[in-house]
């Protein structure tokens, strides 16, 4: 029962990535809007940052799958 929970708790890193790739997403959209001549600029740190969200919701899956095999 004890893993279940962990695997569960590890598993919700992907809700905090969610949020902030979504955060993320909204405010290169505004910034685009404010100066779309920037649009390029914008567009390749939305992209690392959102890569770099996205892993931490990865490495939580992964640790709940050791967690779940390794028992």
């Keep these: 029962m004890g893993v ?3 695997a569960a708790i590890a ?3 992907g809700i905090g990535a969610g949020f902030g790739i979504g955060h993320a997403t909204a ?3 505004e910034a685009i809007a404010r ?3 920037a649009a390029g600029a914008i567009n390749k740190a ?3 940052g959102c890569a770099l969200a996205e892993a931490t919701a990865i490495y939580g899956f992964v640790i709940a799958l050791m967690m779940i ?3």
């Design 4 to 6: 279940a929970i962990g």
């Design 11 to 13: 598993v919700l890193t």
């Design 27 to 29: 405010k290169a959209t």
């Design 35 to 37: 100066q779309p001549e």
């Design 46 to 48: 939305l992209l690392l």
């Design 69 to 71: 095999i390794m028992k």
